[in-house]
Protein backbone atom coordinates (compact mmCIF):
# COMPACT_ATOMS: atom_id res chain seq x y z
CA UNK A 1 0.00 0.00 0.00
CA UNK A 2 2.60 2.61 0.78
CA UNK A 3 4.24 1.84 -2.24
CA UNK A 4 1.38 1.95 -4.27
CA UNK A 5 0.63 6.04 -2.32
CA UNK A 6 4.49 6.68 -3.32
CA UNK A 7 3.70 6.23 -7.27
CA UNK A 8 0.76 8.24 -6.61
CA UNK A 9 2.93 11.31 -4.73
CA UNK A 10 5.24 11.15 -7.68
CA UNK A 11 2.51 10.99 -10.02
CA UNK A 12 1.39 14.30 -8.98
CA UNK A 13 4.87 15.71 -8.64
CA UNK A 14 5.35 15.35 -11.71
CA UNK A 15 2.13 16.65 -13.04
CA UNK A 16 2.81 19.38 -11.02
CA UNK A 17 6.09 20.19 -12.32
CA UNK A 18 4.86 19.78 -16.03
CA UNK A 19 2.21 22.19 -15.45
CA UNK A 20 5.11 24.47 -14.03
CA UNK A 21 7.24 24.37 -17.65
CA UNK A 22 4.10 24.86 -19.63
CA UNK A 23 3.21 28.09 -17.62
CA UNK A 24 6.78 29.51 -17.93
CA UNK A 25 6.84 28.54 -21.74
CA UNK A 26 3.38 29.23 -22.80
CA UNK A 27 1.00 30.94 -20.45
CA UNK A 28 1.49 33.23 -17.40
CA UNK A 29 -2.70 32.68 -16.23
CA UNK A 30 -2.15 28.92 -15.35
CA UNK A 31 -2.39 27.61 -11.86
CA UNK A 32 1.11 27.67 -9.80
CA UNK A 33 2.43 24.16 -8.68
CA UNK A 34 1.82 25.87 -4.98
CA UNK A 35 -1.90 26.56 -6.03
CA UNK A 36 -2.01 22.98 -7.41
CA UNK A 37 -0.76 21.37 -4.11
CA UNK A 38 -2.76 23.39 -1.93
CA UNK A 39 -5.84 22.20 -4.06
CA UNK A 40 -4.78 18.34 -3.40
CA UNK A 41 -4.34 19.24 0.49
CA UNK A 42 -7.96 20.12 0.72
CA UNK A 43 -9.40 17.51 -1.20
CA UNK A 44 -7.36 15.53 1.37
CA UNK A 45 -8.61 17.17 4.29
CA UNK A 46 -12.33 17.13 3.53
CA UNK A 47 -12.11 13.43 2.76
CA UNK A 48 -10.78 13.21 6.05
CA UNK A 49 -12.77 15.34 8.20
CA UNK A 50 -15.76 12.47 8.21
CA UNK A 51 -13.82 10.64 9.77
CA UNK A 52 -13.95 12.22 13.29
CA UNK A 53 -17.57 11.45 13.05
CA UNK A 54 -18.69 9.30 16.16
CA UNK A 55 -21.01 6.03 14.81
CA UNK A 56 -22.76 3.36 16.58
CA UNK A 57 -20.59 0.30 17.60
CA UNK A 58 -20.58 -2.79 15.33
CA UNK A 59 -20.52 -5.97 17.08
CA UNK A 60 -20.76 -9.28 15.36
CA UNK A 61 -22.19 -11.82 17.90
CA UNK A 62 -22.49 -15.30 17.44
CA UNK A 63 -23.21 -18.50 19.66
CA UNK A 64 -22.84 -22.15 20.11
CA UNK A 65 -25.57 -24.21 21.90
CA UNK A 66 -25.20 -28.22 22.86
CA UNK A 67 -28.82 -29.50 23.50
CA UNK A 68 -30.22 -32.75 24.26
CA UNK A 69 -33.56 -33.27 23.31
CA UNK A 70 -36.56 -35.51 22.96
CA UNK A 71 -36.76 -35.69 19.19
CA UNK A 72 -33.80 -34.40 17.12
CA UNK A 73 -35.63 -33.94 13.69
CA UNK A 74 -38.78 -32.42 15.19
CA UNK A 75 -36.81 -30.16 17.53
CA UNK A 76 -34.71 -28.82 14.27
CA UNK A 77 -38.33 -28.23 12.52
CA UNK A 78 -39.64 -26.01 15.21
CA UNK A 79 -35.74 -23.88 15.08
CA UNK A 80 -36.05 -23.32 11.89
CA UNK A 81 -38.81 -22.19 11.75
CA UNK A 82 -38.68 -19.76 14.86
CA UNK A 83 -35.77 -18.04 12.96
CA UNK A 84 -38.03 -17.47 9.83
CA UNK A 85 -40.74 -15.92 12.39
CA UNK A 86 -38.07 -13.55 13.82
CA UNK A 87 -36.89 -12.57 10.35
CA UNK A 88 -33.84 -14.87 10.27
CA UNK A 89 -33.05 -17.98 8.21
CA UNK A 90 -32.22 -21.55 8.52
CA UNK A 91 -28.24 -21.53 7.01
CA UNK A 92 -27.42 -25.06 7.16
CA UNK A 93 -28.41 -28.43 8.43
CA UNK A 94 -27.68 -31.80 9.14
CA UNK A 95 -29.57 -34.72 10.11
CA UNK A 96 -28.20 -38.68 10.36
CA UNK A 97 -29.04 -41.66 12.23
CA UNK A 98 -26.97 -43.23 15.15
CA UNK A 99 -27.76 -46.56 17.20
CA UNK A 100 -31.59 -46.22 15.91
CA UNK A 101 -31.87 -42.62 16.54
CA UNK A 102 -31.80 -39.31 14.71
CA UNK A 103 -28.93 -36.92 15.71
CA UNK A 104 -29.02 -33.24 13.82
CA UNK A 105 -26.81 -30.14 13.58
CA UNK A 106 -27.88 -26.64 12.24
CA UNK A 107 -27.25 -23.53 11.53
CA UNK A 108 -29.10 -20.41 12.08
CA UNK A 109 -28.79 -16.48 10.91
CA UNK A 110 -31.20 -14.23 13.49
CA UNK A 111 -31.02 -10.16 13.67
CA UNK A 112 -28.27 -9.40 15.90
CA UNK A 113 -30.86 -7.89 18.27
CA UNK A 114 -32.70 -10.73 19.02
CA UNK A 115 -29.83 -13.31 19.74
CA UNK A 116 -30.86 -13.14 23.50
CA UNK A 117 -34.47 -13.99 22.66
CA UNK A 118 -33.34 -16.90 20.34
CA UNK A 119 -31.46 -18.15 22.85
CA UNK A 120 -33.76 -18.41 25.72
CA UNK A 121 -36.69 -20.12 22.89
CA UNK A 122 -34.23 -22.78 22.00
CA UNK A 123 -33.69 -24.09 25.71
CA UNK A 124 -37.45 -24.30 26.58
CA UNK A 125 -37.29 -27.06 23.71
CA UNK A 126 -34.60 -28.95 25.05
CA UNK A 127 -34.56 -31.61 28.26
CA UNK A 128 -31.38 -30.08 28.79
CA UNK A 129 -28.22 -27.58 27.74
CA UNK A 130 -25.26 -29.47 27.62
CA UNK A 131 -23.25 -26.52 26.52
CA UNK A 132 -23.66 -22.98 25.32
CA UNK A 133 -21.42 -20.67 24.19
CA UNK A 134 -21.94 -16.62 23.47
CA UNK A 135 -19.50 -14.67 21.28
CA UNK A 136 -18.77 -11.04 20.62
CA UNK A 137 -16.07 -9.52 18.49
CA UNK A 138 -16.05 -5.45 17.84
CA UNK A 139 -15.01 -4.73 14.37
CA UNK A 140 -16.23 -0.63 14.79
CA UNK A 141 -12.09 0.02 14.37
CA UNK A 142 -11.94 -2.12 11.29
CA UNK A 143 -15.18 -0.30 9.76
CA UNK A 144 -13.84 3.31 10.22
CA UNK A 145 -10.68 2.17 8.74
CA UNK A 146 -12.31 1.22 5.83
CA UNK A 147 -13.99 3.89 5.35
CA UNK A 148 -11.14 6.36 5.55
CA UNK A 149 -9.28 4.17 3.37
CA UNK A 150 -12.12 4.07 0.55
CA UNK A 151 -12.21 7.88 0.88
CA UNK A 152 -8.25 8.88 0.32
CA UNK A 153 -8.32 6.12 -2.69
CA UNK A 154 -11.34 7.82 -4.12
CA UNK A 155 -10.01 11.02 -3.68
CA UNK A 156 -6.54 9.53 -5.09
CA UNK A 157 -8.30 8.11 -8.13
CA UNK A 158 -9.92 11.43 -8.85
CA UNK A 159 -6.54 13.01 -9.22
CA UNK A 160 -5.49 10.46 -11.07
CA UNK A 161 -8.01 10.78 -14.05
CA UNK A 162 -7.67 14.20 -13.51
CA UNK A 163 -4.19 14.01 -14.75
CA UNK A 164 -5.46 11.05 -17.49
CA UNK A 165 -7.35 14.22 -19.00
CA UNK A 166 -4.30 16.57 -18.87
CA UNK A 167 -1.82 14.35 -20.54
CA UNK A 168 -4.64 13.49 -23.20
CA UNK A 169 -4.88 17.36 -23.98
CA UNK A 170 -1.38 17.82 -24.21
CA UNK A 171 -0.91 14.69 -26.69
CA UNK A 172 1.77 12.88 -24.48
CA UNK A 173 3.19 9.19 -25.22
CA UNK A 174 0.79 6.36 -25.30
CA UNK A 175 3.26 4.94 -22.37
CA UNK A 176 2.38 7.18 -20.09
CA UNK A 177 -1.64 6.77 -20.74
CA UNK A 178 -0.85 3.77 -20.48
CA UNK A 179 0.82 3.99 -16.85
CA UNK A 180 -2.00 6.36 -15.45
CA UNK A 181 -4.49 3.67 -16.58
CA UNK A 182 -2.84 0.98 -14.56
CA UNK A 183 -2.80 3.15 -11.43
CA UNK A 184 -5.86 3.81 -11.78
CA UNK A 185 -7.30 -0.20 -12.07
CA UNK A 186 -5.32 -0.54 -9.07
CA UNK A 187 -6.88 2.17 -7.49
CA UNK A 188 -10.34 0.86 -8.53
CA UNK A 189 -9.53 -2.99 -7.37
CA UNK A 190 -8.40 -1.38 -4.05
CA UNK A 191 -12.04 0.52 -3.49
CA UNK A 192 -13.97 -2.14 -4.39
CA UNK A 193 -12.16 -4.98 -2.39
CA UNK A 194 -12.47 -2.21 0.64
CA UNK A 195 -16.16 -1.98 -0.19
CA UNK A 196 -16.90 -5.86 -0.45
CA UNK A 197 -15.21 -6.13 3.30
CA UNK A 198 -17.41 -2.99 4.30
CA UNK A 199 -20.23 -4.92 3.37
CA UNK A 200 -19.54 -8.00 4.99
CA UNK A 201 -19.34 -6.60 8.16
CA UNK A 202 -22.36 -4.88 7.78
CA UNK A 203 -24.21 -8.32 7.30
CA UNK A 204 -22.08 -10.00 9.83
CA UNK A 205 -23.47 -7.08 11.92
CA UNK A 206 -27.06 -7.15 11.28
CA UNK A 207 -27.45 -10.82 11.53
CA UNK A 208 -25.80 -13.26 14.41
CA UNK A 209 -25.19 -17.08 13.46
CA UNK A 210 -26.33 -19.66 15.85
CA UNK A 211 -25.06 -23.23 15.85
CA UNK A 212 -26.71 -25.94 17.15
CA UNK A 213 -25.78 -29.39 18.28
CA UNK A 214 -29.33 -31.44 19.21
CA UNK A 215 -28.67 -35.07 20.90
CA UNK A 216 -31.24 -37.34 21.66
CA UNK A 217 -31.98 -38.00 24.73
CA UNK A 218 -30.97 -41.41 26.30
CA UNK A 219 -34.97 -41.85 28.06
CA UNK A 220 -36.49 -42.02 24.23
CA UNK A 221 -34.31 -45.12 23.73
CA UNK A 222 -36.49 -48.01 22.20
CA UNK A 223 -37.31 -51.02 24.49
CA UNK A 224 -35.78 -53.79 22.10
CA UNK A 225 -31.77 -52.43 21.54
CA UNK A 226 -29.96 -52.72 18.57
CA UNK A 227 -27.64 -55.50 20.20
CA UNK A 228 -30.50 -57.98 19.81
CA UNK A 229 -33.30 -58.44 16.85
CA UNK A 230 -35.27 -61.03 17.04
CA UNK A 231 -36.72 -60.98 13.71
CA UNK A 232 -33.22 -60.91 12.57
CA UNK A 233 -32.05 -63.63 14.42
CA UNK A 234 -34.89 -65.63 13.06
CA UNK A 235 -33.78 -64.73 9.34
CA UNK A 236 -30.31 -65.72 10.23
CA UNK A 237 -31.36 -69.28 11.45
CA UNK A 238 -33.30 -69.36 8.42
CA UNK A 239 -30.58 -68.87 6.40
CA UNK A 240 -27.92 -71.41 7.97
CA UNK A 241 -30.97 -74.23 7.96
CA UNK A 242 -31.11 -73.80 4.26
CA UNK A 243 -27.55 -73.73 4.18
CA UNK A 244 -26.90 -77.05 5.42
CA UNK A 245 -29.91 -78.44 3.47
CA UNK A 246 -28.45 -77.65 0.34
CA UNK A 247 -24.80 -78.71 1.47
CA UNK A 248 -26.31 -82.41 2.39
CA UNK A 249 -28.25 -82.06 -1.45
CA UNK A 250 -25.27 -81.76 -2.64
CA UNK A 251 -23.54 -84.42 -1.05
CA UNK A 252 -26.24 -87.07 -1.89
CA UNK A 253 -25.94 -85.92 -5.61
CA UNK A 254 -22.37 -86.10 -5.47
CA UNK A 255 -22.89 -89.50 -3.94
CA UNK A 256 -25.71 -90.74 -6.43
CA UNK A 257 -24.08 -89.70 -9.61
CA UNK A 258 -20.44 -89.87 -8.88
CA UNK A 259 -19.32 -91.74 -5.82
CA UNK A 260 -21.97 -94.94 -6.83
CA UNK A 261 -20.40 -95.35 -10.02
CA UNK A 262 -16.94 -95.74 -8.98
CA UNK A 263 -17.52 -97.90 -6.36
CA UNK A 264 -19.87 -99.96 -8.63
CA UNK A 265 -16.48 -100.31 -10.64
CA UNK A 266 -14.17 -101.41 -8.07
CA UNK A 267 -16.90 -103.96 -6.64
CA UNK A 268 -17.08 -105.41 -10.48
CA UNK A 269 -13.35 -105.43 -10.57
CA UNK A 270 -13.06 -107.22 -7.06
CA UNK A 271 -15.20 -109.98 -8.09
CA UNK A 272 -13.59 -110.46 -11.27
CA UNK A 273 -10.32 -110.85 -9.45
CA UNK A 274 -11.68 -113.03 -6.62
CA UNK A 275 -13.33 -115.23 -9.61
CA UNK A 276 -9.77 -115.97 -10.96
CA UNK A 277 -8.12 -116.34 -7.89
CA UNK A 278 -10.89 -119.34 -6.93
CA UNK A 279 -10.61 -120.36 -10.49
CA UNK A 280 -6.19 -120.98 -10.39
CA UNK A 281 -6.96 -122.52 -6.86
CA UNK A 282 -9.33 -125.23 -8.35
CA UNK A 283 -6.79 -126.06 -11.15
CA UNK A 284 -4.27 -126.45 -8.16
CA UNK A 285 -6.07 -128.50 -6.00
CA UNK A 286 -6.70 -131.41 -8.99
Not at 83 to 92: E, F, N, R, V
Not at 198 to 224: C, G, H, N, W, Y
Request: net charge positive; proline share 3%; glycine share 4%.
Amino acid sequence: MKRRNVWLLIAILAFSCKNERMELASTADAPAPAAQIQRVASVATDTAAPAATAMPRMIIRSAQMSLVVGDAAATADKLGALATSIGGYLSDAKQWREQEQVRATLTLRVPAQRLDETLAAARKLAVRVESETVDSSDVSQEYVDLESQVRNLEAAENEMRQLMVNVRQRMEKAEDILEIYKHLTELRGQIEQAKGRMRAISQLTALATIKFELIPDAVAKPVVTPGWQPVAVARDAGRKLVGTLQGLATVAIWCAIYLLPVAGLFVVAALVVRAAVLAVRRRVVR
